[in-house]
């Protein structure tokens, strides 16, 4: 029983377009959520993350998008760039003390040069 | 400090033997975690610690599995009698409590290999 759900295993987008990665919860008491980027050969680099009392939250190109109503969110990138390609988790927890992380299965995003 | 290191990065075993990994947090960090992860699947949480104090344990940590954190610096995460099952990469990660957020910060992590 996934928790946390990235339907989508793999994405590609041309360099210097808009990546949307999508990721819906199912544990209505999740009010924490955090996107990690994670490359071959390394352990997962966190990216953003976006308290339940927000429905945005942005940094440089990345912006996170809560919509607690239909239990889902989702991260921007734009523009996106070659360096981009990895593959993003996203991530839950019940508190923002961190105490224990719910990841999704990830989803690979491949940018086009 | 360049972060949190794990050791070794490589382990091959053979099934029933037991293996031990060591992970070293970043320094100030009173929060160490530990991950398992197979293949197209996130990281499952499997136990963590604050300071030496293990707080909790998933549900998926067999009685095979124990961590240790002595002196609440670096810990160590053991595998008794290893399975085929076992075989999958395992994250160690590290947090500080008290800085307003709570992102974790993960090590590269020790590929186990059960054959």
């Known amino acids: 029983d996934q928790q946390v759900k990235q339907n989508s295993p793999s994405l590609s987008v041309q360099e210097g377009r808009i990546s949307i990665l999508n990721c819906d919860y199912t544990?209505?008491?999740?009010?924490?959520f955090l996107w990690y980027k994670k490359y071959p050969a390394e352990g997962p680099t966190f990216l953003i993350s976006?308290?339940?009392?927000?429905d945005k939250n942005e940094d440089g190109r990345f912006t996170v998008f809560l919509n607690k109503s239909a239990k889902h969110l989702s991260l921007h990138i734009v523009p996106s760039q070659p360096g981009d390609s990895a593959v993003y988790f996203c991530?839950?927890?019940?508190?923002?003390?961190?105490?224990?992380?719910?990841f999704g299965p990830g989803t690979r995003l491949s940018v086009l040069p | 400090d360049t972060g949190v290191s794990q050791n070794p990065r490589h382990k091959i075993t053979k099934r029933g033997q037991n293996v031990t990994f060591r992970c070293d947090p970043i320094?100030?960090?009173?929060?160490l975690y530990w991950y398992r992860q197979t293949l197209g699947q996130g990281p499952e949480f499997l136990t963590y610690?604050?300071?030496?104090?293990?707080?909790?344990k998933s549900r998926l940590l067999s009685d095979r599995f124990s961590a240790e954190r002595p002196k609440g610096s670096f810990s160590t995460l053991e595998i008794q009698r290893t399975e085929q099952g076992d075989s999958a990469m395992y994250l160690c990660?590290?947090?500080?409590?008290?800085?307003?957020?709570?992102?974790?910060?993960f090590g590269p992590g020790t590929r186990l290999t059960v054959t």
């Open positions: 990660a590290s947090s500080f409590l008290g800085q307003g957020t709570y992102e974790q910060y």
């Open positions: 544990n209505s008491m999740f009010d924490y």
């Open positions: 976006i308290s339940s009392i927000k």
């Open positions: 991530a839950a927890s019940i508190d923002n003390y961190g105490q224990n992380f719910v």
């Open positions: 320094s100030e960090h009173n929060r």
């Open positions: 610690f604050q300071n030496e104090a293990q707080l909790e």
